[in-house]
């Protein structure tokens, strides 16, 4: 079976539909999504009835969630963005109660027993707002507790920078942080190990790459022995497209606009 596993869509209507135009031509058999559907962009109510639409599996973002209830901790270019997110939901429509139920009824982590992984938006420890960072390989208490809640992998998102994470086999050993142009952007997983994969972000990726990111997950053979390959993808859309529409709306920052032109 391939999965196609998509991250923190942030209300980037052409970011989305090139992305599930490119998952389209690859032979997917599902698609998970690990939250943010909504947030910072032009089109959340768009995103929303795509990933409802055309997602198998549909994990909790922080942002969905800040939209739900209150965006505690946000900055307040992000709080500004959640509230008029919200002011869309509540508009008047026929499927807005449809919305806020599928928002509503979103589980915080998603388990695949025939992958052995787990399924989350931000860690294995905290699956709604702990972000995990290439830097944390330098905080190796962190990460004990992170990969000590991971089976074998856990795929996630928050972020929004790609990479894979790995759990060193003995206390000797380092945790390495590979980022997808190290492997060239993909990936054989060795079963005996653990691994914290990010899929980066559909839209607004922040590694210094402008295009729209994900990954494609094919397994073969029994969870215990299965080989498991991960291949990124990164994918163009119309950003200055995106970026009009977030300009013309007055409570959206423009930087949230700019920084899509420069992937950060």
Known sequence: MKRAIISDIHSNLEALEAVLKDI???NISEIYCLGDIIGYGANPLECLDIVRERCAVCILGNHDQGAIFDPDGFNGMAEKAIFWTREQLEKPSPKRDDRWDFLNMRPRIYRDSSLSAIFVHGSPRNPLNEYVFPDDVYS??????????TQTLAFLGHSHVPGIMVEPLSEDEQ????SPDEFGMEKLLTPKKK??????????PRDMNPKA??????????PEEQEVVVRYRRVQYDIERAQKKIFEIPALENQ?????SFGR
């Open 24 to 26: 389209d031509e690859q």
């Open 140 to 149: 190796p208490n962190k990460l004990k507790g992170v990969f000590g809640l």
């Open 175 to 178: 945790y390495n942080f590979f």
């Open 195 to 204: 691994y914290l994969i990010n899929v980066g972000s559909v839209g607004q």
């Open 213 to 222: 990111c994900y990954v494609i997950v094919e397994a073969n053979g029994e």
């Open 256 to 260: 949230l606009a700019e920084r899509l």
